[in-house]
């Protein structure tokens, strides 16, 4: 069920298995002028969570962030036809049945502007993830990218955490590292990313990070 993180801003956390590692992923919701709902990386809809959704406004965008977080997009976007479906280049090929799926553009779609921005991040082709920013409540929206898995988690989840580099400390897990083919462009993505005046680092896996966010996302891009 969605739950308030700030003014206009809300979260909802689903459980699932991913290749046999229990694991968390995070919907955020974001309320726009006019009662417009932007749904960034969609978690499966319920009847409970529709009518969150409803009471909140009227669904008008449906974003996957990244290639990775697609699987609910399909139903999302069939519950809610009159949506704008947007995910990163190329999805379209791994989800064909989504016929009205638009490429989102590197940043600057005027729809969600001035109060929500994002920009496509560089040198890390695989994942062609977007960073989104609130600007009314003054956060940052990010998905695969970074990741701090806090609190108390199954054993594997943790040695998973541990492994990758995500479990003491807001990081850029191993993994991701793994991926990143332009070196020069994440770094020039990192700026950017760091420019935008947030105060709150919103993680889909798992944590919402809430004291020096700044600083710690600084210190997490840092590797690049």
Partial sequence: MLQ??????????????????????????????????????????????????????????????NRMHHLFLAPFAAAFPGAEVYGPAGLHRKCPALGALRDLPAEGVADWQPDLEHLAFEGIPAGSESVWFHRPSATLIVTDLVQWMQGALPWSTRAYAALTGVRRSLAVPLTVRALVRDRAA??????????????????????????????????????F
């Fill in 4 to 65: 308030l993180i700030d003014t206009n801003i809300w979260h909802a956390v689903h459980a699932f298995s991913a290749n046999g590692l229990p694991i968390t992923t995070r919907m955020t919701v974001v309320r726009l002028p006019e009662e417009k709902l932007l749904v960034h990386s969609p978690v499966p809809l319920n009847d409970g969570l529709r009518r969150q959704l409803a009471e909140l406004g009227r669904v008008s965008f449906i974003v996957a962030p």
């Fill in 186 to 223: 994440a770094a020039r993505s990192a700026e950017r990313v760091l420019r935008w005046p947030f105060s709150r680092v919103v993680v889909a896996h798992n944590a919402i990070v809430d004291t020096d966010a700044h600083a710690r996302m600084a210190s997490a891009l840092s590797v």
